[in-house]
T-cell receptor, first 113, second 114 residues
Framework: NAGVTQTPKFQVLKTGQSMTLQCAQDMNHNSMYWYRQDPGMGLRLIYYSASEGTTDKGEVPNGYNVSRLNKREFSLRLESAAPSQTSVYFCASSEDRETGELFFGEGSRLTVL | QKEVEQNSGPLSVPEGAIASLNCTYSDRGSQSFFWYRQYSGKSPELIMF????GDKEDGRFTAQLNKASQYVSLLIRDSQPSDSATYLC??????????????FGGGTRLMVKP
C-alpha cells in the first residue's frame, strides 16, 4: 500500500520562483491536509480539504494556494517563494474524526534561497 | 500564547525507566487529544488518542487527560532506546466542518539511554 505519496521530496528554489507540491492518497479518505514543520514549531496547518471540491485556510495560509483536484489528490502551490517558506511540508489524509489519525506522507523538504 | 505547549526537551531517561511527557492546551473547547511519535527525518505516526478524563492504557503507553487543568500527558513504561523520538501532542476542536483540524505542540524530544 502506497498510503500518502508526496512529490518532490527535495526542492531548492530561488526567491520569487513558483512551484507545486503534489500529494496523492490511495486510502479513499475524504479529508486531506497540508502542514509545514519548522524546528521547535511543531506542525502548523496551512490548508485543508474536508471533502472533494472544498478547501479551507488553516493557521498559516499566506503565500500558498491549494487545489483539491479529485478525491485522491491535493496540491499545494507557492506562487512566489520566499525564504520564510523554507520548511518541511507534510501532506496528510484522514477519515476517522474520532481517532484523529492522520496518515502522513514522507515529507517534502523545501529550501528557498 | 501558543495553543498547545510542550517542553522541547530533550528529556533523557535510562533504559527501563518511565518517561513522562507533558502537554498543556489553552482552548477549553478542545474535545480530543492525541500523541504522535516522530522519528528523526520521518513523518509522524499516531500512538494514542484520548477524549475522556482519566487514564487510557495501550501496552507500555498510558495517556492521561485532565480537562479541568487542561493537561494531557503520556507515560512510557519500560522505556527502550527505540522509543527515542520526538513526541507531538495534538488537540482537536471538533467544528462543523468535517475532518481533523489538529493543532500540534512543538514536540518533546525523548532520548532513552542504554
Amino acid at each position: 500500500n502506497a498510503g500518502v505519496t508526496q512529490t518532490p521530496k527535495f526542492q531548492v528554489l530561488k526567491t520569487g520562483q513558483s512551484m507545486t507540491l503534489q500529494c496523492a492518497q490511495d486510502m479513499n479518505h475524504n479529508s486531506m491536509y497540508w502542514y509545514r514543520q519548522d524546528p521547535g514549531m511543531g506542525l502548523r496547518l496551512i490548508y485543508y480539504s474536508a471533502s472533494e471540491g472544498t478547501t479551507d485556510k488553516g493557521e498559516v495560509p499566506n503565500g500558498y494556494n491549494v487545489s483539491r483536484l479529485n478525491k485522491r489528490e491535493f496540491s499545494l502551490r507557492l506562487e512566489s517563494a520566499a525564504p520564510s517558506q523554507t520548511s518541511v511540508y507534510f501532506c496528510a489524509s484522514s477519515e476517522d474524526r474520532e481517532t484523529g489519525e492522520l496518515f502522513f506522507g514522507e515529507g517534502s523538504r523545501l529550501t528557498v534561497l | 500564547q501558543k495553543e498547545v505547549e510542550q517542553n522541547s526537551g530533550p528529556l533523557s531517561v535510562p533504559e527501563g525507566a518511565i518517561a513522562s511527557l507533558n502537554c498543556t492546551y489553552s482552548d477549553r473547547g478542545s474535545q480530543s487529544f492525541f500523541w504522535y511519535r516522530q522519528y528523526s527525518g520521518k513523518s509522524p505516526e499516531l500512538i494514542m488518542f484520548i477524549y475522556s478524563n482519566g487514564d487510557k492504557e495501550d501496552g507500555r503507553f498510558t495517556a492521561q487527560l485532565n480537562k479541568a487543568s487542561q493537561y494531557v500527558s503520556l507515560l512510557i513504561r519500560d522505556s527502550q532506546p527505540s522509543d527515542s523520538a520526538t513526541y507531538l501532542c495534538a488537540v482537536n476542536i471538533l467544528t462543523n466542518n468535517a475532518g481533523n483540524m489538529l493543532t500540534f505542540g512543538g514536540g518533546t524530544r525523548l532520548m532513552v539511554k542504554p
